[in-house]
């Protein structure tokens, strides 16, 4: 069932920055607020994975790839960043035209300001603290594309009047023209333009730490029920991804020595 939403139209265009995940659709990146730069990616059994540090500021950089508008529905630890909701893919988001790309800075609080995304420790994060901490450590971005009304089907222009190959040379000669046969003409191109143009389905524009960021209201029906594009990046930090084996290690590792040195057996620390 094609649905028809409100949505929040991204009103601001981002900064560049590279695409953490080049889709066919959008572009996504984390974006660290404090340098700009996007947070290296790493592949580890078909998921995508970055590291973040307590305390530090992020954005979830959306661009649209595409010569027609998008709806990206945006979810952070389970949850919907624009309503709050506990996150599913028929949720309203953000809606980016042809071409155009956002950063999406924080949680949406209204049309113009947002409460900034920042990594936390688990007890701290707005999951755990709205009692939704299940699915902490995860970003995703749902995509639909916009319905397309179909074209209406262009027929041919009827003729008042049904004439022999005959009279149609008649017609085409100066005899005949002095005659002044009556005819009706057909509707000139313009008319008949104008004319289809008003069938065609119209849109409207209606929705879009606090920081501001500046979004509107906008009409979004979705080319399906399913979105046609879905992205997601985990996060934890670097040392438990070191951990996990997502990140190869580069501490160097000890080697205990049988003979460090030392004449006698110390005492041992009190």
């Not at 998008?70 to 624009?82: Q, R, Y």
């Not at 041919?156 to 100066?174: G, I, K, L, N």
């Amino acid at each position: 069932m094609k649905r028809s939403a409100a949505a929040i139209a991204a009103f601001v265009l981002a900064s560049a920055a590279l695409p953490a995940a080049a889709q066919q659709l959008v572009d996504v990146a984390v974006v660290n607020r404090s340098t700009g730069q996007r947070a290296p990616v790493y592949h580890h059994q078909g998921r995508m994975y970055v590291s973040g540090t307590p305390g530090e500021r992020y954005a979830v950089y959306v661009a649209n790839r595409t010569s027609g508008r998008v709806m990206t529905v945006v979810s952070v630890d389970g949850i919907n960043a624009v309503t709050g909701e506990t996150a599913s893919a028929d949720q309203n988001g953000y809606v980016l035209g042809a071409h155009q790309s956002f950063e999406i800075t924080g949680w949406r609080k209204s049309t113009s300001e947002v409460a900034a995304f920042y990594f936390t420790q688990l007890p701290d994060s707005y999951a755990a603290r709205t009692d939704r901490p299940d699915n902490v450590g995860v970003i995703g971005v749902a995509v639909f594309r916009e319905y397309q009304p179909p074209r209406p089907a262009v027929l041919p222009q009827p003729r008042p009047y049904a004439r022999s190959d005959a009279a149609a040379r008649e017609a085409e000669s100066p005899a005949a023209d002095a005659a002044g046969a009556p005819a009706a003409s057909a509707p000139s191109e313009s008319t008949a333009e104008r004319r289809s143009l008003n069938r065609q389905e119209k849109i409207g524009t209606g929705h879009g730490e606090r920081e501001r960021s500046d979004v509107v209201y906008t009409q979004f029906r979705r080319a399906t029920s399913y979105a046609s594009e879905t992205i997601s990046i985990y996060y934890d930090t670097r040392a438990n991804l070191v951990a996990r084996g997502i990140i190869p290690g580069t501490a160097p590792v000890s080697t205990p020595t049988p003979f460090p040195g030392g004449r006698f057996v110390p005492d041992p620390r009190s």
